[in-house]
């Protein structure tokens, strides 16, 4: 196997004992000093760089009971799935992950598969419940449809309820999506649904997880912190109160709270959409995300960012960018 810095981040990644904290230390030691991960896996040039005691430690006790061949094979199976590597030192890496990656959990590598300049597009993330009503579920469906129209990539996290309805429904409006699992990229299963829509041109799945790893709970909140870094804009459709009286803590609400907290602009349908008004749509809304309505969401949704835009400087660009083939599950 060719020797690469992908698989370098997927070697050390795949180490025990090294998690996602340690990883972002390696990393902003490598971009200080201007060099890359493969530079301090040789040894002539590990003994000859001034490297932390603490990352020469973790180093050489993570490292030296590697199993190469497994590790070399485990990679190849990638490959031959067509699974890509974004490491934090690759050009296709998200951008919005080096502001965000290291406070929010989130590793410097993620594996991809699909149209890869997807992960650095324009995109608005859509999160829900999966048990809501039909009306809600329509809501979602325009929703997506209208901002896919207008050139926005729609980030969801592949759950069945509003994730699934706004992947499709920006699929079903000729856009594009990206789905972002809970689970490893080689357990990556289209639905039924999605299936007639997939071509060679639209959606892009990540996950941040081992590529076997099974669906866990936690892993789902985690995705949802992804979900959000990688979104120029958070739409919240519903979402139960932050905990509930089980003592449960609402994945969406969380989500909202993490967008909030990376300075992402949250907006929640308004509680008057449901014959209930939901508690968490109402307690978000309170806590200063903006509140809309279906007849002027992508509207409102538009001129905020907008105006954003010009604030930081920055233009808003949402060309349809040009688009390659998603491999068949």
Sequence with gaps: MMHTNSFDWFRLARTKGIG?????DVY???SKESLSLSDLLIDDKINALSI??????????SLIDQDYEALSKAYERLEQNRVK????????FPKRLKRYGREYGIPPLLYARG????ANSQSISIVGSR??????????????????REGFNIVSGYAKGVDSTAHLGALEAEGTTTIVLSLGILNFEAKKDFKPLFSPYNTLVLSQFN???KW??????????????????VIVIASGQEIDNQGRMSGTFDAAKSAMAMNIPVFVLSPQCFAQPLVGNTDLIQLGCYEILPENAIQQILSKLERESIDTGKQLSRDVVQLELLPSA
Excluded: Q, Y
Aim: include cysteine.
């Design 20 to 24: 996602t904290k340690f990883l972002w």
């Design 28 to 30: 902003d030691f490598t």
């Design 52 to 61: 932390p005691t603490k990352l020469r430690t973790k180093f050489a006790s």
């Design 85 to 92: 590597i974004l490491h934090v030192e690759s050009s296709d």
């Design 115 to 118: 149209h890869i300049p997807l």
């Design 131 to 148: 048990n809501v009503g039909e009306e809600a579920l329509l809501i979602t469906s325009e929703l997506a449809k209208g901002l896919a």
């Design 211 to 213: 590529p076997t790893d």
């Design 216 to 233: 866990l709970a936690r892993n789902a909140m985690a995705r949802n912190k992804l979900v959000c870094a990688l979104s120029d804009a």
